[in-house]
T-cell receptor, first 112, second 113 residues
Framework: DQQVKQNSPSLSVQEGRISILNCDYT??????FLWYKKYPAEGPTFLIS?????DKNEDGRFTVFLNKSAKHLSLHIVPSQPGDSAVYFC???????????FGKGTKLSVKP | KAGVTQTPRYLIKTRGQQVTLSCSPI?????VSWYQQTPGQGLQFLFE???????NKGNFPGRFSGRQFSNSRSEMNVSTLELGDSALYLC????????????FGPGTRLLVL
């Protein structure tokens, strides 16, 4: 039973446009959410996080939105750049120190 | 500052064998977590060690075990290997100041034949 779901295995976007990556979760106990980016042959790197007391967190070109009632979060990348091409993982936790439960990832391709 | 290092990077074993993977955390980090990544199941949490004690454990059989040494280096052991254990095993170290401080190593790719 997947507690964190990324239903789009892949996404292709033109350079300069917005990339929107989606993530759904089922466990209402999750209160901390993170996004990671992973390049081939490297481990995931932390991108941005949000706690359940917020509905938006922004860091440069990256914004994460949280809709608790829908148990849905999304990562917006604006503007998208070719270097953003990677696999993006959504992860959830109970508390900021708990175990991370990951989604299966979405492969983003940004075309020049 | 050196990142998280994992050895070996690639490994081929046969069913029934056992394997030990090693992880050296970032200097000063006392928490080490292990994850398994497979195409079917994605990234799954195995266990976390903090100051030589297992602090959290995921839902994996007892064939998967680990330990942490006094210098925070960690090893993960899988006994009686099965074909389904073929995966990328990722180690992450953290200062313990929140999940954002968790840094992942490049992983060890294990192939079980």
């Amino acid at each position: 039973d997947q507690q964190v779901k990324q239903n789009s295995p892949s996404l292709s976007v033109q350079e300069g446009r917005i990339s929107i990556l989606n993530c759904d979760y089922t466990n209402s106990m999750f209160d901390y959410f993170l996004w990671y980016k992973k390049y081939p042959a490297e481990g995931p790197t932390f991108l941005i996080s949000i706690s359940s007391i917020k509905d938006k967190n922004e860091d440069g070109r990256f914004t994460v939105f949280l809709n608790k009632s829908a148990k849905h979060l999304s990562l917006h990348i604006v503007p998208s750049q070719p270097g953003d091409s990677a696999v993006y993982f959504c992860a959830a936790s109970v508390g900021s120190q708990g175990n991370l439960i990951f989604g299966k990832g979405t492969k983003l391709s940004v075309k020049p | 500052k050196a990142g998280v290092t994992q050895t070996p990077r690639y490994l081929i074993k046969t069913r029934g064998q056992q394997v030990t993977l090693s992880c050296s955390p970032i200097s000063g980090h006392r928490s080490v977590s292990w994850y398994q990544q497979t195409p079917g199941q994605g990234l799954q949490f195995l266990f976390e060690y903090f100051s030589e004690t297992q602090r959290n454990k995921g839902n994996f059989p007892g064939r998967f075990s680990g330990r942490q040494f006094s210098n925070s280096r960690s090893e993960m052991n899988v006994s009686t290997l099965e074909l389904g254990d073929s995966a990328l095993y990722l180690c992450a170290s953290s200062s313990g100041q929140g999940l954002e401080t968790q840094y992942f190593g490049p992983g060890t790719r294990l192939l079980v034949l």
